[in-house]
């Protein structure tokens, strides 16, 4: 059964507004779907007893054998029935966020497929049998590059280095460091997750330390703030305003209004003097 979109808020009706954020996912979600269900019919297809309860516990000589007679690490997946990954729809939320972090096309694929079991448990149950282990139900990094028609030695896996988009942005977190790269658990942070659902509300582990900024709905025309704005757009985003005796923090403000950011204003002692101020920064730099 595929649920609707207002099912997955359990606090009543959703606003129009939010309802558009839902379908949007959701739409993207269903191509998702069908490439996970293209993938249980192959993986079906040659299994001899898919229904094992047992599965991925022990290892028969025949399976090895199967394992054995697969495709090579290098051969192209064969190509999904749905064509090319689309791009994001501009101005939708997965489109900024996409925009923001220089995420291509095949990121915002991958960040859906590791999502998708935080919004539908199917994909829990769906991804433990595709993994043939039917406890791990989230994706491994080998099976994201499968259902993106990818092959496990393809340039798809440099998607997932430290430096890549999805993982220095704090989209993408990678579990299980002591196994092989393509075994490694996928997860979405819940306020990923929450943001692309329409929740703006800033990361719980920051409060007290974050405060979003207030500023006139009509900032003061200053010819400093379309430079500053479109300063934030370049290069690494990072903008350093000196403090000449004007008003550096209003600057900055305005700046980050007129670019559609939301301006935060961080406690930098409280964040220093946390007892483990590491995952707050990587934290706070997902929010910014």
């Known amino acids: 059964m595929t649920l609707a979109p207002q099912q997955l808020h ?13 379908e949007e996912i959701w739409e993207r979600l269903g191509r998702v779907e069908q490439r996970v ?14 229904d094992d309860p047992y599965r991925g516990q022990y290892l028969t000589p025949e399976g090895a054998a199967r394992i054995l007679e697969t495709r090579d690490a290098f051969t192209p997946v064969p190509a999904y029935e ?3 990954v689309p791009d994001a729809p ?12 220089g995420l291509a096309p095949l990121d915002v694929e991958l960040l859906l497929v590791a999502m998708a ?3 539908d448990t199917r994909f829990e149950r769906l991804y433990g049998y595709l993994n043939d282990d039917l406890t791990r139900r989230r994706p491994t990094i080998g099976l994201a590059l499968e259902l993106c028609g990818l ?9 997932f280095a430290p430096s ?3 993982v220095a942005g704090g989209l993408l977190e990678i579990a299980d460091a002591e196994r092989p790269l393509l075994s490694r658990a996928l997860r979405v942070p819940d306020r990923v997750t929450a943001h692309l659902l329409g929740d703006d509300r800033t990361d719980g582990r920051l409060a007290g330390l974050v405060r979003e900024a207030e500023h006139p709905r009509e900032p003061e025309e200053r010819p400093e703030v379309p430079r500053i704005a479109a300063a934030l757009g370049t290069g690494s985003g990072l903008v350093h305003l000196l ?3 004007g008003d550096p923090r209003g600057l900055a403000v305005d700046a980050l209004a007129a670019a559609g950011r939301r301006p935060l204003v961080v406690d930098v002692g409280a964040l220093a003097t946390a007892p483990e101020p590491a995952p707050l920064v990587r934290a706070l730099a997902t929010e910014a």
């Open 10 to 22: 359990g606090h009543g009706p959703l606003t129009t507004g939010a309802e558009e954020i839902v």
């Open 37 to 50: 269900r293209e993938a249980v019919a192959a993986r079906r297809s040659v299994d001899p007893d898919p």
């Open 82 to 84: 749905d064509g090319a």
């Open 90 to 101: 501009t101005g939708s939320r997965l489109g900024r966020l996409a925009e923001r972090f």
């Open 117 to 119: 079991p935080d919004i």
């Open 151 to 159: 092959p496990a030695a393809g340039s798809g896996r440099f998607r």
């Open 164 to 166: 890549a988009p999805l």
């Open 243 to 245: 403090d000449r005796g």
